[in-house]
């Protein structure tokens, strides 16, 4: 293994490069991270108090954890539920639900939290928009910690103690880029530190942790780096039922650990009956409920897809039919639920390496908003220096969102166009997305157990992209899809055959048929000990 990782490293140093690794030392550390990766919880601001006034509060008196209604913000209220009940705390979890309450505290949850005589709210992931409902809470006797990761606006609350790495008061601390349920994972890291517990309760939080940090796409270095390998390990290992149930059910393969649909799965399910569903899923010991929440997940699951991709294939088309190359950017009107608005966006992002706009209706009068960058280009002061068009807005430089009145979007379009025009986005970038350009004779079983290790991929260690040159078309090509918009074929190059499929590649099927030699450019996927390329563009 190391003498090939050293080979490779010669040859293809930009597949480390864009990792942020230049030597062996700093790659050999990158996939085997020692225990010092994980930072002092104490160095942030405010953690001292909010784990003394954790650790003196009554155990018999109930404690309400309030997460946000995504992925990360579910994947943060398990962490502080499962590690606070199991430390003999009175838990209760709120996940608001997306499409009735959105991505805010919520006043019910706080008459919720004050009717059972609760005088503690943990948020994670959420918060500092929050400043009334921090007020209503005090106004009820319950005092607010805040964990979050959200960039620092002109409202933060006055809650009794906030956590979050981008406070001003933080600005020594060594690493910022954690997600919601980084934060989380941190306070209960700290918690555990001030009561000498043994360090097991803490670090078999990681497999939820990971799921969070893995859908908020925040760099997977540092310590992200630490929680997501050992987390995607616990997670292999079956440490927790409810993701192992969950895997086992949408994996052809068992073993391997489909850590994007998991995620994908969490997302949609804050917007059912139950939006807290997802944390008792993470949270349970009990087979049988576990198996009861995880088949519900799933069932609204399967229902969504089918629109997810109408929606997908609908923006693809209109996004083709804009002049992004030269407007440097894409705006979409979606038709379709304003749940998909984020996904949508990323997937432009990533086909057609431009910033991307995606809104549709969310009640009748206003539209929400999703929006997804390219390095470089940030939307979240963007959406700051306009913030009196929007109703509400927020997020991060390279993923954001906000809530539009009906008349404000030709202003926002307008606006989101013009800024794009004068950025430096150089269309070109693309090519630098390419890890290595390989042989189809390269793709051995030494290259396969070293991509292993880099998992699981995400921001700053992207899914590994080759490319090969010259290959040919072997028989004939299929098309399948329930839209027609996927082909399936064979390629040769230096006497081996692999299979192919193209996603969404319809558009590349008469280059496909009409050239001898062809470049492509592909992700390798394993299923069975079987190597398929996951084509992503033909040339
Ligand atoms: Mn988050």
């Known amino acids: 293994m190391m003498k090939y990782l050293d080979k490779y490293f010669e040859k293809n140093p930009q597949f480390f490069s864009h990792r942020g690794l230049d030597n062996i030392d700093s790659i050999n550390r990158f996939l085997s991270p020692p225990k010092k990766w994980l930072n002092n919880p104490f160095q942030f601001y405010d953690m001292d108090k909010a784990v003394n006034e954790i650790i003196n509060y009554p155990k018999n008196r109930p404690i309400l954890i309030h997460g946000d209604c995504d992925a990360d913000g579910v994947s943060a209220?398990?962490?502080l539920t499962s590690y606070l009940s199991k430390i003999g705390?009175?838990?209760?979890?709120?996940?608001?639900?997306?499409?009735?309450e959105g991505h805010i505290i919520s006043k019910k949850a706080i008459d919720f939290a004050h009717s059972i005589g609760c005088s503690l709210i943990i948020t994670c992931d959420i918060g500092m928009s929050g400043k009334l409902e921090v007020e209503y809470g005090k106004s009820k006797s319950i005092k607010f910690i805040i964990t979050d990761h959200h960039k620092i606006n002109n409202h933060t609350p006055n809650a009794y103690a906030i956590i979050n790495?981008?406070?001003?008061?933080?600005?020594?601390?060594?690493?910022?880029?954690?997600?919601?349920s980084g934060v989380a994972f941190k306070l209960c890291h700290a918690i555990n530190k001030k009561l000498s517990l043994e360090e097991d309760l803490v670090y078999k939080l990681m497999s939820i942790a990971a799921i969070g940090i893995i859908s908020?796409?925040?760099?997977?270095?540092?310590?992200?780096?630490?929680?997501?390998?050992?987390?995607?390990?616990?997670?292999?290992s079956g440490n927790n039922l409810g993701i192992s149930l969950i895997n086992n059910k949408v994996s052809k393969n068992k073993t391997e650990i489909n850590i994007n649909k998991i995620v994908q799965i969490m997302n949609v399910a804050t917007n059912i009956d139950d939006p807290s569903l997802g944390v008792k899923l993470l949270t349970t010991n009990n087979p049988v409920l576990a198996n009861k929440y995880a088949n519900i997940m799933l069932t609204t699951f399967k229902k969504n897809q089918l629109s997810f991709s109408n929606a997908i294939q609908s923006a693809i088309r209109q996004a083709h039919a804009?002049?992004?190359?030269?407007?440097?950017?894409i705006f979409i009107i979606s038709d379709y639920d304003s749940a998909y608005n984020g996904a949508i966006a990323s997937r432009l992002v990533f086909n057609f390496n431009v910033p991307c706009a995606v809104?549709?209706?969310?009640?009748?009068?206003n539209f929400k908003g999703s929006c997804r960058s390219i390095e470089g280009v940030d939307l979240l002061s963007l959406l700051n220096l306009n913030e009196d068009i929007f109703l509400n807005s927020g997020g991060h430089p390279m993923a954001a969102g906000f809530i539009i009145s009906q008349q404000n979007i030709k202003k926002f379009k307008k606006i989101f166009l013009e800024y794009m025009i004068s950025q430096n986005i150089n269309m070109t970038d693309k090519k630098n997305r390419i890890d290595g350009e390989i042989s189809l004779s390269d793709i051995n079983s030494d290259l396969i157990s070293m991509l292993k290790k880099f998992r699981p991929f995400s921001s700053g260690n992207e899914i590994p992209i080759f490319k090969?040159?010259?290959?040919?078309?072997?028989?004939?090509?299929?098309?399948?899809?329930?839209?027609?918009?996927?082909?399936?074929?064979?390629?040769?190059?230096?006497?081996?055959?692999?299979?192919?499929?193209?996603?969404n590649l319809i558009n590349r099927f008469e280059i496909l048929l009409s050239k001898n030699k062809l470049d492509i450019e592909y992700s390798i996927l394993i299923n069975n000990d079987k190597v398929n390329l996951k084509v992503y563009n033909i040339n």
């Not at 705390?89 to 009735?100: A, D, H, L, V």
């Not at 796409?217 to 050992?230: A, D, F, M, P, T």
């Not at 010259?470 to 028989?475: A, F, I």
């Not at 004939?476 to 081996?496: A, K, L, R, T």
């Open 165 to 180: 790495p981008w406070l001003e008061e933080n600005k020594n601390l060594c690493f910022k880029d954690y997600s919601g």
């Open 322 to 329: 804009q002049s992004y190359k030269k407007n440097k950017c």
């Open 468 to 503: 090969t040159k010259n290959v040919s078309l072997v028989g004939n090509p299929s098309i399948f899809g329930s839209d027609n918009s996927s082909i399936q074929f064979m390629v040769e190059h230096n006497h081996v055959t692999l299979n192919a499929i193209g996603f």
């Open 89 to 100: 705390y009175n838990i209760e979890s709120y996940i608001p639900n997306r499409t009735i």
């Open 77 to 79: 209220c398990a962490v």
């Open 216 to 236: 908020d796409k925040v760099s997977i270095k540092n310590e992200n780096r630490y929680i997501s390998l050992y987390g995607y390990n616990q997670i292999k």
């Open 359 to 365: 809104i549709s209706k969310m009640n009748d009068s």
